[in-house]
């Protein structure tokens, strides 16, 4: 097919296997406007408003009824620490109050049981944010791609579709699960641990404050030499699956050449790779927490210092201690978890702005009238007027081409690759639109026609026939909606497909696997040839469908195919000269042009460019 070629800059590696790193320590895929993403992003939840501020609110109050508990327990530990001291003095009716601990304790139970209930509620209503948010994008991103040019998937790969439809949408949706209430949570558990240890000691939470620095360094080394290797071990994971999937796919031939060795030798050296850079990324990840405590035990040494000057001092209490240190393991947390929601959020924004640039790419041009209702009924007479076409500007393919195809006839297009056969295919399916000139079917300028009313009006039968993961039967109603079981096995009767489907334990209902690999290739092209059968075209098009079958099969097809055929205006692109030979008119292009055109005995009469391509293939067939 003429097609334009793919530009690398428009392909993107696909995130593979680890997704999101353990800890923060992650391969962070950056987005090119993230401030335009975000606010975009924002934009997003607005249907969600209500929900988002019960999120917020309930992330709030778990985190505050949190911290305030260290200071309840710290309260209930100086009550008995006073009792047992009243009683080693002796003091005459000295007891611990164990009531008044018993009212903490319970006080304590209850802090703890209304913190699990908001966390449970802000989890519970950001799961469902997350998912309608994430249903609602790939809902868009779907009915986008049904809107969308073909020139955009020429130029897209599909794997780089595939893998925003997949990788980044599984992104989106735990990243916002996770990361919103997990970011309330640290800074509200920052602010409000300070605050109360500011109320407990300033000068204890100044002796904790100290290690701040230091914790904030390490983070942000660990993570910078972390991310370098998390970037190596996806880009050689990548390449292991590649190798993997190659390997495999293609084993008969590794085999019938001998290169088993070869292809183990290469996937050794990948695999090493892959060790090196996996073992030193998870090495980095797994020591930032042990170091992480190190700087806590400090902290801690401080506050036992200074707490215990404090207390002998009768500054602050026993509980208080007890509290602060409680305090100060919440201190470093949160610093940790926002080192590491900056970079999953750099990562969600990378992937909501790859889904917006689809949301945002160019749609075909809106049809001129609405598709109607009823089936649309055609003579087949096709007609091209001064065509011209180009898929880039600077690169003209087709220029004031000419054609009248009277109803019923079959015109051959024969030429060598990049001639335009396939191109004038396209332009009449209206997958492209022409640049300039008419293409009118009976009359009718096709751009005046809906698309779906167009092409209703053709039938295709293709090379790589498609078929999908379905039965037979499935496969061949494909051509027509709401045909019913006899419409569905007379077209395949018609195509000669009848009799092998039958043949088959299941026949009908026998389930084709994801790449129809279980019935022949001559198989499917019949089970194509049925489906357009059953669609009923006035024109069809035929694009190289007996070029993958071998000699018999070709014989059972090409019967199929002038049965459908009859009575039909037909499009015959094909490359084997000899299976046109009836054809009404063979048309000869190159570079876009039409350079000959006749019935078969005329051209080869002529001694041209059909001539020579004539004779060449039965050269090539004789040696």
């Known amino acids: 097919m003429n097609q334009p070629s793919r530009h690398e800059s428009g392909q993107r590696q696909s995130p593979l296997g680890f997704g999101r790193g353990p800890g923060f320590a992650r391969a962070v895929e950056k987005a090119k406007n993230p401030r335009a993403t975000f606010i975009r992003l924002l934009g997003e939840f607005r249907p969600y408003r209500g929900r988002l501020a019960l999120v917020v609110s309930s992330a709030i109050l778990s985190t505050v009824f949190t911290i305030w508990s260290p200071k309840v327990l710290g309260n209930a530990t100086t009550v008995l620490f006073h009792g047992f001291v009243a009683r080693l003095r002796r003091i005459p009716g000295a007891s611990v109050n164990f009531a008044a601990i018993e009212r903490d304790l319970a006080f304590l139970a209850l802090l703890y049981l209304i913190s699990s209930g908001f966390n449970f509620l802000q989890q519970y209503v950001m799961a ?56 309330i949570a640290s800074i ?4 409000g641990v300070i605050i109360m240890m500011l109320t407990i000691s300033p000068l204890m939470t100044l002796a904790v404050a100290v290690t701040l620095p230091l914790s904030i360094l390490l983070t942000t080394n660990v993570v910078r030499r972390s991310q370098r290797y998390f970037r190596e071990q996806r880009r050689q994971l990548g390449d292991i699956n590649g ?3 190659e390997m495999f796919s293609g084993h008969a031939v590794v085999k019938a050449y001998g290169h088993e060795d070869r292809a183990i030798e290469q996937f050794d050296r990948i695999n090493a790779g892959l060790y090196e850079s996996s073992w030193k990324s998870q090495f980095l990840t797994g020591i930032i927490f042990p170091l992480m405590n190190v700087i806590g035990n400090i902290g801690y040494v401080f506050v036992s210092v200074v707490g215990g000057i404090l207390v002998t001092r009768r500054t602050i209490q026993i509980g208080d201690i007890q509290a602060f240190i ?19 959020i750099q990562t969600l924004l990378a992937s909501t702005e790859r889904i917006f640039e689809i949301l945002d790419a160019p749609e075909e041009t809106p049809d001129r009238v609405p598709a109607a209702k009823t089936r649309i009924s055609s003579r087949g007479h096709v007609e091209f007027q001064n065509v011209s076409f180009r898929y880039r500007s600077d690169a003209p393919l087709i220029d004031q081409f000419n054609l009248n195809v009277a109803p019923g006839s079959t015109i051959a297009l024969v030429g060598p ?42 039938g295709m039968v293709l090379q790589d026939s498609w078929l999908f993961h379905g039965t037979l039967g499935d496969n061949i109603a494909y051509g027509r909606q709401g045909a019913t079981e006899e419409e569905i096995i007379q077209a395949a009767i018609s195509a000669r497909a009848d009799h092998f489907i039958r043949t088959l334990p299941d026949g009908y209902n026998t389930v084709l696997n994801e790449e129809a690999s279980n019935i022949s290739q001559g198989q499917r092209q019949l089970i194509a040839i049925a489906r357009a059968f059953l669609a009923d075209p006035a024109i069809l098009i035929l694009d190289e469908a007996t070029s993958n079958v071998d000699t018999r099969t070709e014989v059972a097809i090409q019967l199929a195919m002038s049965h459908l055929m009859r009575g039909r205006t037909s499009f015959v692109i094909a490359h084997r000269l000899s299976t046109i030979r009836g054809a009404n008119r063979i048309l000869v292009m190159d570079h876009g042009h039409i350079v000959e055109q006749g019935n078969h005995d005329e051209l080869m009469a002529r001694r041209g460019f059909y001539y020579d391509l004539y004779q060449s293939q039965f050269q090539k067939a004789a040696i």
């Open 326 to 344: 409680q305090y100060a393991r919440q201190f470093s947390q949160p610093i940790t978890q926002m080192a590491s929601i900056s970079n999953i």
């Open 128 to 183: 469902s944010v997350a998912q309608r948010l994430t249903f609602r994008l790939r809902e868009r991103l779907m009915e986008k791609l049904n809107r969308l040019p073909i020139r955009f998937f020429d130029n897209h790969p599909h794997g780089d579709v595939l893998s925003r439809f997949v990788n980044d949408f599984d992104n989106i949706s735990s990243t916002l699960q996770q990361t919103l209430a997990q970011l």
């Open 417 to 458: 690759t990049g001639a335009g056969k396939t191109t004038l295919v396209n332009l009449l399916l209206r997958f492209y639109d022409v640049t300039d000139g008419r293409i009118s079917v009976d009359g009718v300028d096709i751009r005046d026609m809906a698309r779906q009313d167009l092409r209703r009006i053709f």
């Open 243 to 245: 190798h993997i999937e």
């Open 188 to 191: 509200v558990t920052f602010g």
